[in-house]
């Protein structure tokens, strides 16, 4: 079990968007393991690698009690219907937020030993697939929301406790800041 630090809100990596991977190695293999076992540590429903601070496009889900992944995944049919709902994300710990998503989705790309595999989620499992494919886009939720809820959203993050920890702390004294325990 190798659990990694999730990132969080403010951290450049969730912002730029990730890598192709081209090489199904060991390290792959080992990247889906660390977002399966950091995923289920959270515990989340879904996990991407810019949230562990790799900048490839895998993302792991564990829905309905069935856990998989997805390497360079491409979202291609989406439904008309749309669902409404909370949404969280383990990079804005605590917090969820109504955010629309098409109710139904089917996602291709590859296994870690890549071969080539389909999902079809609805629910849950489409939310999570939009999210997570966002996530390599370098796409967070608060991106889908409507201005007013942005702005809602945006309120709260402020006044989370994790707020601002993401940001480089330059240490001037060996006491801790931010009201850090160190
Ligand atoms: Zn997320």
Redesign the pocket.
Same mark, same amino acid.
């Given at each position: 079990m190798a659990v990694q630090p999730i990132r969080l809100f403010g951290d450049p990596v969730l912002t730029t968007p990730a890598e192709i991977v081209t090489t199904f190695d060991k390290e792959l293999r080992v990247l889906v393991k660390d977002l399966t076992d950091t995923m289920i540590d959270a515990p989340g429903v879904?996990l991407?690698a810019p949230?562990i601070g790799v900048g490839l496009r895998v993302f792991t889900y564990d829905v309905d009690d069935t856990v998989g992944h997805l390497i360079n995944p491409v979202i291609g049919v989406v439904s008309d219907e749309e669902q409404d709902g909370d949404e969280g994300?383990?990079?804005f710990p605590g917090l969820a937020f109504p955010t629309k998503r098409k109710q139904r989705v089917v996602a291709s790309g590859f296994t870690m030993h890549g071969d080539p595999i389909t999902i079809e989620g609805s629910a849950l499992l489409a939310r999570c697939i939009q &999210?997570e494919v966002d &996530?390599l886009d370098g796409i967070l939720?608060i991106d889908r929301m409507s201005p007013e809820q942005r702005k809602l959203a945006m309120k709260a993050i402020r006044e989370a406790e994790w707020s601002g920890l993401s940001e480089p702390v330059v240490k001037i004294s060996p006491h801790a800041t931010r009201g850090l325990a160190v």
């Open positions: 879904g991407a949230q994300c383990l990079s &999210h &996530h939720f």
